[in-house]
């Protein structure tokens, strides 16, 4: 069965670090990427996605993640993160885009935490 | 513009009660349908999802079942709710051919 794979449950850093949360999947086939972030008390918004094309994507808030096909992995980077920061982050996958039956799976969530 | 409407936000029920969340989506025609339950450190796990009226796929075996009347109404049901049922039910949306899922505000369901 397909599956979505976030080893950090919890990243607390400082203001300014950098960030890197990881995201795996098992799936042979073709794939769309998607992190979503929930701030607390909010419902889910979309942060960035992959469909095609550059594998490194861009987002909100100057996020971006790099899709490695070869490891199967999504990472989400951020050079310097801020407070506002502070959210749960999902790593979703969508394993069949060329069929109706769109499912999205998404993992576990990693909660980043960052420290004023 | 698209969007979706999930309710009620709150929902305390007795264990053995039935229940009905109800899900709707405006301004998109034959969207997929999606519900999933959020719980604390296990994240988004998918209930079920579908691709058109009365075409549901489960994805977990489980005390619940899902309907879907209209092509934009998703029904998540009880005939006779657990304590592990508590939790927080997220309803979504996404396009037909694979695009992101637009999310409902969720509803919190408290099993007593």
């Known amino acids: 069965a397909q599956s979505v794979s976030q080893h950090n449950h919890h990243v607390i850093l400082s203001e300014a670090a950098s960030l890197e949360l990881g995201c795996n999947y098992s799936y042979g086939g073709t794939v769309n990427l998607f992190w979503y972030v929930q701030y607390p008390g909010q419902h889910l918004q979309l942060l960035l996605k992959y469909f095609s094309g550059d594998p490194l994507v861009k987002g909100i808030k100057g996020f971006e993640a790099e899709f490695i096909k070869s490891k199967f992995s999504f990472n989400l980077r951020k050079p310097s993160v801020q407070w506002s920061d502070t959210a749960e982050y999902f790593c979703a996958v969508n394993p069949s885009s060329y069929s109706s039956a769109s499912k999205i799976i998404f993992g576990s969530g990693t909660r980043l935490s960052i420290r004023p | 513009s698209q969007t979706i409407h999930q309710w009620p936000a709150t929902l305390v029920q007795p264990v053995g009660s039935p229940l009905s969340l109800e899900c709707t989506v405006e301004g998109t025609s034959n969207p997929n349908l999606y519900w999933y339950r959020q719980a604390a450190g296990r994240g988004l796990q998918l209930l079920f999802y579908s691709v058109g009226i009365g075409q549901i796929s489960s994805e977990v075996p489980q005390n619940l079942s899902a309907s879907r009347p209209q092509d934009r109404q998703f029904i998540l049901s009880s005939k006779k709710l657990l304590l592990s049922d508590s939790g927080f039910y997220l309803c979504?949306?996404?396009?037909?051919?694979?695009?992101?899922?637009?999310f409902g505000q969720g509803t919190r369901l408290t099993v007593v």
């Open positions: 979504a949306w996404s396009r037909v051919g694979g695009t992101e899922a637009f």
